[in-house]
């Protein structure tokens, strides 16, 4: 049955043509070509893997070639249900119906609140964004404002604006290793060098000079509390406790985990409970929308502080936000993608063995990735970009790691295996007789983002 699948999308495989000539289209008009850097085409196998799509349903996107494929990359990790949930959907054509935005507030922000509140431990008063890097930004403003402070440490990626892109405004290169390298601070303002400063994960000595070193100058440590790997043991109480120690605000980045580890984030899983969190992307199911989530001493500062947008409380990024986090629950959807991912890794690790490649599906269940046993950086790139490739003509979109959401089921996993199986055969022959590079139909892919173990 799934070699029968494979064939099918072997043979109807039409190439990309059409995106790639919206792609030159849109780089004439949009500078950079897209509005996320995820989605620059660069980032996959360029001129195979689709850069525009026409839609998505389920576990599945279909884009303007007509090639479908089980999208492996989830939204950028926005999708938590599936695309186009029937149950958020018909939430958000009601709300549709009433009108989205109005010249007084809603219930709804009220509600998403009270909802928030319940579910995340850290939380006892709440602010809406409507994206992940301005609620980093909001988040951040806060603390400083709470402390007084300047100065933020920070460990992990927390988007694009000037308080984080100003590490980068020394001399060292400061966020080569938290987001990628070359990243130019073109347009921060200089006189904010020296505000945001890095530490490296999974290192309490590091975190604890570089707090010294600026004490009493330091409003909060931001960090991801995890992505590719849990942390240490006693790692994050570690953090909680230095910080605390300074002063300092504690803000865990759930931007990305998102509610995958459990219907209440990542806090209950690693038993420490911050200052300060922020949510979006899997928070809505695609829907724009961002939460700030803090306990009260420290979230009341926002009361004396100017951060407003007209946009930030429309109530159809309130009513998606607040039935997909009820969808979590009902579902149990962590147990979902858990199990999945579970399958996920055995069943590749098993191909793996059988094929006799050196590599490993290791790392979250909800977030697992390869681990290419190849020493050359160069190789070992290309070696990525030729998975990436073929498991595009398979009808598998993704990178080398994947993105779980509830909607990818067994169908999906046995398509993956058997284009795996085969993506897998070609990689060993082409290592065994030193023919990767004419294998790719694409320049090596650009360096992903850089987020904490991997």
Known sequence: MATDRMQYHRIQYQGVRKSMELYARACELIPGGTQLISRRPTRFAYGVSPVYATKGKGARIWDVDGNEYIDWVSGIGAIILGYCDPVVDEAVREQLANGTIYSINHELEIELAEELVNRIPCAEMVRYAKGGGEACMIAARIARGATGRDKILFCGYHGWHDWYLAANLSADASLDQHLFPGIEPIGVPKSLEGTAIPFPYGDLDALGQTLDAHRGEVAAVMMEPFRSEYPPEGYLAGVAKLVHEHGAVLIFDEVSTGFRPTASGSQPLVGVTPDMAVFAKSISNGYPMGAVVGRRDVMEAANEMFISSTYWSDTIGLRAALTTLREVSIRDIPTTVKGTGEQLKKRLNDVAADVGLDVTCEGLDFHPHLNFAVEDPSVKAKVGTLFVQEMAKRGCH?????????????????????????????????????????????????DSFRRLVR
């Open 398 to 446: 993704g990178y080398t790691s994947f993105y779980l959401n509830a909607a990818q089921g067994d169908a999906e996993l046995d398509q993956t295996v058997a284009a795996t199986r085969e993506t897998f055969e070609i990689i060993a022959q082409g290592l065994d007789d030193d023919s990767i590079d004419t294998l790719l139909a694409c320049e090596a892919r650009t």
